[in-house]
């Protein structure tokens, strides 16, 4: 049977990446805090709160809680993970230690005004008196961080957490004391940019020019709210082309938004870190997603920008090329191992009565031959074009004989060994289709039959 609506909409609303989750959850609070009409916001909250908590939790209202309140402005920009963050990132863990400062030392006066004025405006149902409350604390949280950082004290300072805590500390005074300019700027944008050329770069650009935007602190956060609509977010870097008016890296590096080629850099970087997690643990099923936004990414950052190999950045992308190829290079060199331990060609008196090839080892096999095909679609930007092409070349030329050998086989097998074979045959044919194609495995296949028919018959025959 189909898919209901709502099952439809719940796995649309599970394969969205985190932060688009995020930023869903933020605008229908938004909408049920206005008093809009709240009906399909709380329904959609609903299902995006068990896919975010997971089923097996309770489903307590996220906007009870007077902390996710009063750092709600952060969500978008919030990362999970060890990590290190970047310009426009906050860490989550840092969330609970400032809050817990806040209430004790900070401004513990304004904090206790606020949880009153949550519970009053609950009572009475008045949602705009709710609002009230957070933007006014929101704005004594921004002061009390501010007057801590400006005063310096080592001793007070360490009394709201580590050197984690405390890097994150002035991001969150920054876009808590800054709610309203974001906001606008929130409004300003278009809800997604799938082009991003001269026309939309206009826009951004104009919408980005507020004087309370460019400090150095508020600024990364703007752009990430700009990269968020971006369909390659690594794109962000022809607003920093465009402000500086040259490709040329050391004149954007001169301008405030050289912020956003380090950003997209760290985010390449991330993503690299990724792909070779991923890699180790043998979870392929990203990898050409992943392959193909650093191919993007990396290329992109390479033709738009007029990097010096001497440069940071410079540095920066070709060391996240060379870590890319390594992690690469390594799984594509063990691929034509492990296609040549399931091909061999054993001896019948090596092979034991009802034996087997292992069916789940090939189809890790055939998923690892998928990887070095994608891998070959964007093998020149990554640095892996040699072992790619060669490595490919080789796979093709190995399987391709080795099926047609194989074939031959199983009209000489005999009860002992068939049943190794025909498997080694189905293996075969499996590495065929990846290489070659369903047409070219469908007609090995068909040959596969008539070999064993044929065998079978002889048999009878005799």
Not at 118 to 131: D, F, I, Q, V, W
Not at 179 to 199: I, K, Q, S, Y
Not at 424 to 443: M, T
């Given at each position: 049977m189909g898919q209901t609506p709502n099952e439809r909409l719940r796995d649309y609303l599970a394969q969205l990446p985190p932060q688009s989750q995020a930023l869903l959850m933020r605008e229908f609070e938004r909408a049920i805090e206005r008093?809009?009409?709240?009906?399909?916001?709380?329904?959609?909250?609903?299902?995006?709160?068990?896919?975010?908590?997971?089923?097996?939790?309770?489903?307590q209202p996220r906007t009870d809680d007077p902390a996710r309140l009063l750092f709600r402005p952060l969500e978008l920009f919030l990362i999970d993970g060890s990590?290190?963050?970047?310009?426009?990132?906050?860490?989550?863990?840092?969330?609970q230690p400032i809050w817990q400062w806040l209430i004790r030392d900070?401004?513990?006066?304004?904090?206790?005004?606020?949880?009153?004025?949550?519970?009053?405006?609950?009572?009475?149902?008045?949602?705009?008196?709710?609002?009230?409350?957070v933007r006014t604390f929101q704005r004594a949280a921004a002061d009390a961080i501010g007057q801590l950082l400006a005063g310096g004290d080592r001793r007070l300072l360490?009394?709201?957490g580590g050197p984690d805590v405390l890097e994150d500390l002035q991001p969150v005074g920054a876009v808590l004391g800054a709610?309203?300019?974001?906001?606008?700027?929130?409004?300003?944008?278009?809800?997604?940019?799938?082009?991003?050329?001269?026309?939309q770069l206009g826009i951004v650009v104009a919408a980005l020019n507020v004087p309370a935007l460019q400090t150095p602190q508020l600024l990364p956060f703007a752009l990430s709210l700009v990269m968020e609509r971006l369909s390659a977010p690594w794109q962000i870097i022809r607003v920093a082309v465009k402000v500086a008016?040259?490709?040329?890296?050391?004149?954007?590096?001169?301008?405030?938004?050289?912020?956003?080629?380090?950003?997209?850099?760290?985010?390449?970087?991330?993503?690299?870190?990724?792909?070779?997690?991923?890699?180790?643990?043998?979870?392929?099923?990203?990898?050409?997603?992943?392959?193909?936004?650093?191919?993007?990414?990396?290329?992109?950052?390479?033709?738009?920008?007029?990097?010096?190999?001497?440069?940071?950045?410079?540095?920066q992308l070709t060391s996240i090329r060379a870590e890319i190829s390594n992690a690469l290079q390594s799984e594509i060199d063990s691929v034509p191992g492990r296609v040549r331990r399931i091909l061999r060609q054993r001896p019948d008196k090596d092979i034991s009565i009802g034996s087997k090839v292992d069916s789940s080892e090939v189809e890790e096999t055939a998923a690892l031959i998928d990887f070095v095909a994608v891998c070959r679609t964007y093998a020149s930007e990554l640095a892996i074009n040699e072992?790619?092409?060669?490595?490919?070349?080789?796979?093709?030329?190995?399987?391709?004989?080795?099926?047609?050998?194989?074939?031959?086989s199983l009209r000489a097998s005999d009860s002992k060994t068939r049943?190794?074979?025909?498997?080694?045959?189905?293996?075969?044919?499996?590495?065929?289709?990846?290489?070659?194609?369903?047409?070219?495995?469908?007609?090995?296949?068909?040959?596969?039959?008539?070999?064993?028919?044929?065998?079978?018959?002889?048999?009878?025959?005799?």
């Open positions: 008093g809009e009409d709240a009906t399909v916001a709380t329904f959609v909250l609903e299902e995006l709160r068990k896919i975010v908590r997971g089923a097996g939790e309770p489903a990590f290190p963050r970047r310009p426009g990132q906050i860490r989550r863990a840092s969330l900070g401004a513990p006066g304004p904090a206790s005004d606020f949880v009153a004025a949550l519970g009053a405006a609950r009572e009475a149902e008045k949602s705009a008196a709710l609002e009230a409350a360490a009394r709201v709610r309203e300019a974001m906001e606008t700027l929130d409004g300003r944008l278009p809800p997604h940019l799938r082009m991003f050329g001269e026309p008016a040259s490709d040329d890296d050391i004149r954007v590096a001169a301008t405030p938004y050289g912020v956003a080629v380090s950003m997209a850099l760290h985010d390449l970087s991330y993503l690299a870190a990724v792909l070779r997690t991923d890699i180790k643990r043998g979870q392929f099923d990203n990898v050409a997603e992943h392959l193909k936004l650093l191919h993007d990414g990396v290329r992109g950052l390479r033709t738009e920008l007029d990097l010096r190999n001497d440069s940071a950045w410079g540095k072992v790619t092409l060669r490595t490919y070349s080789d796979l093709q030329q190995y399987v391709e004989k080795s099926t047609e050998t194989m074939v031959q049943a190794y074979r025909q498997s080694q045959v189905q293996a075969a044919i499996r590495f065929c289709e990846v290489l070659f194609g369903h047409d070219y495995a469908l007609l090995m296949s068909r040959a596969a039959e008539h070999a064993a028919t044929g065998e079978r018959n002889a048999s009878r025959a005799g």
